[in-house]
């Protein structure tokens, strides 16, 4: 594997600075969109920010944040097939190097914890958040078992089922706090992801015991706490249900039946609350219509500074070409090209997602001016 050269180094530099650090130092949620739009998995991305951290601060200086740069760029690039389950020498900062190593000496001792963990004379081993491809797999197949509406949520009852079916050394109550864990705005059904790291936690649990976590890395916050965005396939059946059996009921009434109950809920406190309700719940849509536009003009502000540093990048790599093509070696010609299609790639991107963060605001400022 190739070692960080000096423009690769400035490259990440323009990056790094382009997302307004703080302190020197990048948050998760700052790095979160150069994440996604690497379109790899997100048990790849945690496994790459956990090996990037290496003070676990959940933040990123620019040494940490070269780090995550180059080994995104190296799985994007199919430089290599995985991620090394340790940094290699050669991409280990010389500030940090101490560091490294007593992570790595906590990491042996963890492990031979795990293997004297039959005596019963050590503490539970830690969790290992990292989902391999071949347990990713195996959790798939038991989320589609555990399935229980067809926009793809599970409740508990049927993930506890599942649960209990395939993880024997665990208890209901190890179930319901997981559940918890990744469940933290209390919803009645989760998505895929966190109904992975459900299924993750609990096989730990039952092969070896580890300790259930209390709180959850930064980098999966936004992972767990989504809101989910369902849909009721049978609200319209319930809805032609409901009709027909109004017009039942209805048919059965005489006409000074319904004068009288008209009458009797007209002006009365019942139907002033209703009212206030109403009021109110608009008056939260259009705060929240609000605030959703501001944030997606933060955001749209910082995908283009972001858009600009892969243009401007994307015209190093072009001037690489133009220089490369006096050099003896067509490969270094044949990697560039790669690099630059790889880039093309990442601005078409950014810019698709940028055209559709100003129609969402497009869309939120007409739905204001229509709520007033």
Request: with cysteine.
């Amino acid at each position: 594997m190739p070692k960080l050269e000096q423009f690769e180094i400035k490259k990440y530099w323009q990056i790094f600075t382009g997302l307004v650090p703080k302190d020197n130092k990048v948050t998760h949620d700052q790095v979160l969109p150069i994440l996604h739009n690497s379109k790899l998995d997100s048990s790849i991305l945690n496994k790459i920010w956990f090996l990037a951290d290496i003070d676990d601060d959940d933040n990123l200086d620019f040494e940490e944040f070269v780090i995550c740069m180059r080994l995104i760029f190296d799985m994007v690039n199919h430089n290599t097939d995985s991620v090394p389950d340790r940094l290699p020498d050669w991409l280990i900062p010389g500030s940090k190097a101490d560091l490294v190593k007593k992570r790595e000496s906590a990491n042996e001792r963890r492990s031979g914890s795990y293997e004297r963990s039959d005596a019963g004379n050590s503490s539970p081993p830690e969790l290992e958040w990292y989902i391999s491809p071949s347990d990713k797999v195996r959790y798939e197949s038991l989320y589609e078992q555990c399935r229980s509406s067809l926009d793809g949520g599970v409740t508990f009852s049927s993930l506890s089922s599942v649960a209990n079916s395939q993880f024997h050394n665990v208890s209901s109550r190890d179930i319901e706090q997981v559940w918890k864990l990744v469940n933290p705005k209390n919803f009645s059904t989760i998505d895929k992801d966190p109904v992975l790291y459900v299924l993750h936690i609990l096989k730990q649990r039952n092969d070896i015991g580890v300790k259930i976590p209390t709180i959850v890395p930064t980098s999966l916050n936004n992972v767990f706490s989504k809101e989910r965005q369902s849909t009721d396939y049978r609200s319209e059946g319930q809805s032609q249900k409901s009709d027909s059996s109004q017009r039942n009921s209805g048919s059965e009434r005489t006409e000074g039946n319904k004068e009288s109950n008209d009458s009797a809920t007209k002006g009365t406190d019942w139907e002033v609350l209703s009212l206030q309700k109403e009021l109110a719940n608009l008056e939260k849509e259009l705060a929240e219509a609000v605030a959703k536009t501001s944030s997606i003009k933060q955001s749209s502000s910082k995908f283009k500074l972001i858009q600009s540093q892969f243009e401007e990048l994307l015209k190093f790599k072009q001037h690489q070409i133009s220089k490369a093509s006096d050099a003896p070696s067509a490969l270094n010609l044949i990697g560039l090209n790669d690099d630059i299609d790889s880039l093309e790639s990442q601005v078409s991107v950014l810019e698709q997602y940028s055209a559709n963060r100003r129609s969402e605001l497009q869309q939120l400022r007409q739905e204001i001016h229509n709520f007033r």
